[in-house]
């Protein structure tokens, strides 16, 4: 049985990247107000939503390279919202 190998490099990546996500979320979180309510619930969900794939991708057979490849594909469209200037 071949064993299929951990993709460090794009966890590395995806680490990086995330860590800039959240201090994008941050920012917006500390504003306040109706925007900062619907980012923590957009949030929250979305934790929930990809842990749940993340799940299913490896129980079905898929590998941690595929969970990888999900997790970045999603902290890239955040990083591409969060950095949107809204309002001027």
């Known amino acids: ?4 190998k951990f993709p460090w490099f794009a966890a590395a990546m995806l680490a990086l990247e995330s860590s ?3 201090a994008m979320r941050l920012m917006k979180l500390a504003g306040g107000g109706r925007r ?4 923590a619930s957009r ?13 299913v991708t490896l129980a079905t057979g898929g590998t941690t390279a595929k969970v990888v490849r999900r ?11 969060l950095s949107r200037r809204r309002g001027g």
């Open 36 to 39: 900062a309510r619907a980012e």
């Open 20 to 22: 800039h996500v959240v």
């Open 71 to 81: 997790y970045r594909k999603r902290v890239r469209a955040n990083a591409r919202r």
């Open 1 to 4: 049985m071949r064993r299929a």
């Open 43 to 55: 949030m929250a969900a979305e934790k929930v939503g990809e842990a749940m794939a993340a799940g």
